[in-house]
T-cell receptor, first 113, second 111 residues
Framework: AQSVSQHNHHVILSEAASLELGCNYSYGGTVNLFWYVQYPGQHLQLLLKYFSGDPLVKGIKGFEAEFIKSKFSFNLRKPSVQWSDTAEYFCAVNPDSWGKLQFGAGTQVVVTP | DADVTQTPRNRITKTGKRIMLECSQTKGHDRMYWYRQDPGLGLQLIYYSFDVKDINKGEISDGYSVSRQAQAKFSLSLESAIPNQTALYFC??????????FGPGTRLTVL
């Protein structure tokens, strides 16, 4: 079955550490890719998106993601995390350009002071 | 003001009761969605609507129904609630590029 896979369910790291969250998808053809963040008790907010063009995408709050078509991957990175980055992160794929998103299971990130 | 609003924000109900969750949006989008979120499962699509006359089932529509009363309103109903429908429910809208905007969520507990 076609799917979106996030490699880690839980990540714990210290402030100033680097973060990389993996995301792979199994849809063929052209896809739109997204990373959403959900802070504790809040709704999902868009971090960044990729539709076309430069495969290295910069988002809000210092996050970036790299689209590697040959690997069907869209990994999220941040060079130096802060305590306020504690949240759940969701990768999502729009595989058919009709607005329906397929979400990964999410990665819970905890940043310790 | 929030672009996508949901009411109620929290609801506790009993098995067998009928529940309606409401969603309103001011973004002017034709496309609206209902998702449920369960720990470790991400978001699963329940129903979606691409315009007022269009309703489609998502991955997990059993036990749910929807009504698209207007472009701005999309309601989700549980005809006879059961405990495994306890979850966090999100409404969303999207633009034509597929960028989705989420409401604040409704936490539903079915006892």
């Amino acid at each position: 079955a076609q799917s979106v896979s996030q490699h880690n369910h839980h990540v714990i790291l210290s402030e100033a550490a680097s973060l990389e969250l993996g995301c792979n998808y199994s849809y063929g053809g052209t896809v739109n890719l997204f990373w959403y963040v959900q802070y504790p008790g809040q709704h999902l907010q868009l971090l960044l998106k990729y539709f076309s063009g430069d495969p290295l995408v910069k988002g809000i709050k210092g996050f970036e993601a790299e689209f590697i078509k040959s690997k069907f991957s869209f990994n999220l990175r941040k060079p130096s995390v802060q305590w306020s980055d504690t949240a759940e992160y969701f990768c999502a794929v729009n595989p058919d350009s009709w607005g329906k998103l397929q979400f990964g299971a999410g990665t819970q990130v905890v940043v310790t002071p | 003001d929030a672009d996508v609003t949901q009411t109620p924000r929290n609801r506790i109900t009993k098995t067998g009761k009928r529940i309606m969750l409401e969603c309103s949006q001011t973004k002017g989008h034709d496309r609206m969605y209902w998702y449920r979120q369960d720990p470790g499962l991400g978001l699963q699509l329940i129903y979606y609507s691409f315009d007022v006359k269009d309703i489609n089932k998502g991955e997990i529509s059993d036990g749910y129904s929807v009504s698209r009363q207007a472009q701005a309103k999309f309601s989700l109903s549980l005809e006879s609630a059961i405990p495994n429908q306890t979850a966090l429910y999100f409404c969303a809208t999207s633009d034509l590029e597929g960028l989705q905007f989420f409401g604040p969520g409704t936490r539903l507990t079915v006892l």
